[in-house]
Structure formats: structure tokens, C-alpha cells
């Protein structure tokens, strides 16, 4: 399976964005894809996930109600809409594909990763 995130870029602050993941091996469509987040010192943090099986989405705590993740237009390609951004969501953003797991939450488990798309929100 290969991802290729793109979208990043600078934005101010309560601003929106879009992120894309564009997906495909022969198998991507086993798995769900979902987004991640680092910060400069920072661990790796989990956002939100769409299931290709199901339909059904999941989403951390601390982005529900301004990160929305969907089926984009584009084939093979999951979007994260990010709105009301705040200068702490600045980050690396990454997406991967894997299986959805509970561990305190609803959570993806990655299997494999794309490269990261810079998100710098300024204040």
C-alpha cells in the first residue's frame, strides 16, 4: 500500500484546510485510512480514520468538531477538513493505512505510512 499526503501549507489562525491522501496498492481498499499529527517534540498523534469497508469514521477526542474526515471525490483519495485552526495545530500531518482498533478510544493501528505534509497555522 502507498499514501501520498499533500495539502499542507500555511494558514492563519481560524482558518480552514484541506488534506488529501491519495491511496493505492492492491490491497488498500483491506484496510482504513486515517491521519496523524506531530509536533516538534512531540509524540505521533492519532486524528481520525475512515473505514473503506463500513463507511464509518472515527475521530480523536480533541479535533471533533473542527477535523472532518471523508471519502474525497478523487478516486482512492481520503480528505481531513480542518477548520477553526488554532497555532497548536501546527504540525507535521501524516496518513496511514491499517486497521481500527479500541484502545481507550477508537484508533487506527498503522501498517503503513505516507510521507508528511507541513501544516504551520500562524497567529
Known amino acids: 500500500v502507498q499514501l501520498q499526503a499533500s495539502g499542507g501549507g500555511l494558514v492563519q489562525a481560524g482558518g480552514s484546510l484541506r488534506l488529501s491522501c491519495a491511496v493505492s496498492?492492491?490491497?488498500?481498499?483491506?484496510?482504513?485510512i486515517g491521519w496523524f499529527r506531530q509536533a516538534p517534540g512531540n509524540e505521533r498523534e492519532f486524528l481520525a480514520a475512515?473505514?473503506?469497508?463500513?463507511?464509518?469514521?472515527y475521530s480523536a477526542d480533541s479535533v471533533k468538531g473542527r477535523f472532518t474526515i471523508s471519502k474525497d471525490n478523487a478516486e482512492n483519495t481520503v480528505a481531513l477538513q480542518m477548520s477553526s485552526l488554532k497555532p497548536e495545530d501546527t504540525a507535521v500531518y501524516y496518513c496511514?493505512?491499517?486497521?481500527?482498533?479500541?484502545?481507550?478510544?477508537?484508533?487506527?493501528?498503522?501498517?503503513?505510512w505516507g510521507q508528511g505534509t507541513l501544516v504551520t497555522v500562524s497567529s
Open positions: 496511514a493505512a491499517g486497521d481500527i482498533q479500541y484502545a481507550s478510544g477508537w484508533r487506527l493501528q498503522p501498517a503503513y
Open positions: 496498492g492492491r490491497t488498500f481498499n483491506t484496510y482504513s
Open positions: 475512515f473505514s473503506w469497508s463500513s463507511g464509518r469514521t
